[in-house]
């Protein structure tokens, strides 16, 4: 079975404070994809990073971290000097191996709102 | 540009109204999906297509039905069996194997 929780729903923070989102996923599989997505008020749902299971190295894209331990089970996200365009709601996912396809699950997702 | 339209954008039925909602790409992509999204609930996934001319269900299949008749087109009909139809749908593709999903933009479907 593969699980992901995001336990946060909702975070406010006020612009320029940095925020992080966590996520902890399960699974018994030692192969698989971690995955953060954004889904802004537009709906449509945009990918910001990919991790498969044998590459901890954290990563830094701008104002945006990744930390990924596989000893806790957790992929979490920061940001770093939030601005409001960061408002959104965002998605964490597992994707596994599962009799030949790639089988995604996703979070409930947190709301983020950064507040001017 | 490259990408998933979906349509349309909102949507309206009476109760025992089947629906069908598009979803075309033009990424080349072979494989497609369908997800619902309900507050406090995530994505759940509908049906996939991983070729044309097939397809699995998903998580929440019962109550839905789709067809795969071009690579690029992937239309999901929520028929009166579907006990809960109002939420967001969303409509994904991607090139086989663990790489990342492109969303289209969704449809709300609303049941009166």
């Known amino acids: 079975a593969q699980k992901v929780t995001q336990a946060q729903t909702e975070i406010s923070v006020v612009e320029k404070e940095d925020v992080t989102l966590d996520c902890v996923y399960e699974t018994r599989d030692t192969t698989y994809y971690l995955f953060w997505y954004k889904q802004p008020p537009s709906g449509e749902l945009v990918f910001l990073i990919r991790r498969n299971s044998f590459d901890e190295q954290n990563e830094i894209s701008g104002r945006y971290s990744w930390n990924f331990q596989k000893s806790t089970s957790s992929f979490n996200f920061t940001i770093t000097a939030s601005q409001v365009v960061d408002s959104a ?28 | 540009d490259g990408g998933i339209t979906q349509s349309p ?3 309206f039925r009476k109760e025992g109204q089947n629906v069908t909602l598009s979803c075309e790409q033009n990424l080349n992509h072979d494989a497609m999906y369908w997800y619902r999204q309900d507050p406090g609930q995530g994505l759940r996934l509908i049906y996939y297509s991983q070729i044309v001319n097939d397809f699995q269900k998903g998580d929440i299949a019962e109550g839905y039905s789709v067809s795969r008749e071009k690579k690029e087109s992937f239309p999901l009909t929520v028929t009166s069996a579907q006990k809960n139809p109002t939420a967001f749908y969303l409509c994904a593709s991607r090139f086989p194997g663990p790489g990342e999903l492109f969303f289209g933009e969704g449809s709300r479907l609303t049941v009166l």
């Open chain 2, 9 to 11: 954008k909102y949507l």
């Open chain 1, 89 to 116: 709601v965002y998605f964490c996912a597992l994707s596994l191996n599962s009799g030949g396809y790639q089988k995604v699950t996703f979070g409930i997702g947190t709301k983020l709102q950064v507040i001017p």
